[in-house]
């Protein structure tokens, strides 16, 4: 995202975009990758309510949010790309707000990367997380990442 400084995230984390929604894929690719045809799209909101359920030492992924939304509510998977940005609202939404924060550099990306978006970038993310208890480890030579140790083992079950 660009110009954060500039928008209104909670304006936006309320905005509910007509959703939920369902949505009926026919790209077979599609299908056979998220196996199955019933496309779920949650609101804002509801990634916020879910990312506010991680308690201290605890980690989630977007990936387990996405699971949990489909699976409560009846579809084969929930929309990859709204679900990123929705969470990077939800997180600089909490930025924004001087009280009731959303602990959101709880919730990883993909096999426990941590999320550039967030608010300050990884350094802010790596900062909150190693005073939390978490060891932060760095992966690549050019296309550097940075990652939890052993995430797995502090996932937090929805």
């Known amino acids: 995202m ?3 400084n500039k928008k209104d995230f909670n304006a936006m984390l309320n905005d509910s975009k007509d959703m939920p929604k369902f949505q009926t894929i026919t790209d077979e690719k599609s299908i056979e990758k998220y196996g199955g045809d019933r496309m779920y799209f949650a609101p804002p909101i509801d990634y916020d309510k879910v990312m506010r359920l991680v308690p201290l030492g605890k980690l989630l992924t977007v ?3 996405r699971e949990y939304f489909a699976n409560a509510n009846g579809a084969d998977f929930t929309e990859p790309i709204t679900a990123g940005i929705f969470v990077s609202i939800a997180a600089w ?3 924004q707000r001087n009280n009731d924060k959303t602990p959101y550099w709880r919730t990883l990306k993909a096999n426990g990367e941590l999320n550039p978006k967030y608010p300050g970038g990884i350094e802010a993310q790596k900062k909150l997380l ?3 208890g978490h060891i932060i480890i ?3 030579r050019k296309n550097i990442r940075y990652y939890v140790k052993d995430y797995e083992k502090a996932l937090f079950t929805l």
Do not use: T
């Open 2 to 4: 660009a110009n954060e």
């Open 130 to 132: 190693e005073k939390e």
């Open 93 to 95: 939404a909490s930025f």
């Open 138 to 140: 760095q992966k690549g």
């Open 63 to 65: 990936g387990a949010i």
